[in-house]
Structure formats: C-alpha cells, structure tokens
C-alpha cells in the first residue's frame, strides 16, 4: 500500500463510509428482494501495512449508538470508501441504468 501514507494524511481523525460489498441483509417482499449493501462508519485512527485501523460506530445491546470497537480492516477487502461530509455518501454515487439519461445531459450541460 504505497499510498497508504497519503491516505492517512489525508482522512485520519475523519469519519470514514466503508463498503467492503457484502451484504448486509436481505429484505423480501412477495414479488421483489431488495438487498442491502453492508457499511461500515468509523473514524480513521492509522493505516498499519496493509490494514487501516478504524475506531467504528455499532449499536449496544439497547440500540444506542456507540463509538470504541476498533477494527483492523483489511485494505484489500474494500471495495470503496468515502468521507463521511455533507457531499454525499457511498450510496449516492452508485447510479442505475435509468440515470443515464440524466447524467449525460448533466455532462452535456457542465461542457458548454
């Protein structure tokens, strides 16, 4: 990981969105099963070779939201990864297929 140092300048102490592309769970409805993409939400503590040491959020046993479960995520597992900011998150950049229309005149508009 040659440019773990320049990540780790860049985003230590942010809140980090990772997306390692498991899923999370599996809701089923009678004529549709809509699968949800497991992420993590933690805040960057170090990058350690090849592993990026996360300090995350989960929920205690009476669903409050907690910070203090650090976890040494292998770096080659994710599949993507953002900071956590009013900009958007993981879930925003992946567009369908009806969006191409859309994202083509949004092109076509920003080229003039």
Same mark, same amino acid.
């Given at each position: 990981?040659?440019?773990? #140092?320049?990540?780790? =300048? ?7 969105? %990772?997306? %390692? ?6 809701? &089923?409805? =009678?004529?549709? %099963?809509?699968?949800?993409?497991? &992420?993590?939400?933690? #805040?960057? &503590? ?6 990026? %040491? ?7 046993n009476s669903k409050n939201l907690r910070q203090g479960n650090l976890v040494y995520l292998n770096s080659w597992n994710i599949k993507?990864? #953002? ?9 925003? &950049? ?5 969006? #191409? ?9 920003? =080229?003039?």
């Amino acid at each position: 990981m040659s440019d773990a #140092t320049g990540i780790l =300048s860049k985003l230590q102490g942010k809140l980090l969105e %990772v997306s %390692v592309g498991d899923e999370y769970e599996e809701i &089923v409805l =009678s004529d549709h %099963v809509q699968k949800i993409n497991g &992420v993590i939400y933690g #805040t960057l &503590v170090d990058i350690i070779g090849d592993f990026f %040491v996360l300090n995350c959020y989960y929920m205690d046993n009476s669903k409050n939201l907690r910070q203090g479960n650090l976890v040494y995520l292998n770096s080659w597992n994710i599949k993507a990864f #953002t900071e956590l900011n009013n900009e958007g998150s993981l879930n925003d &950049v992946f567009l369908s297929a009806p969006h #191409t229309r859309r994202v083509k005149e949004l092109l076509k508009g920003l =080229s003039k």
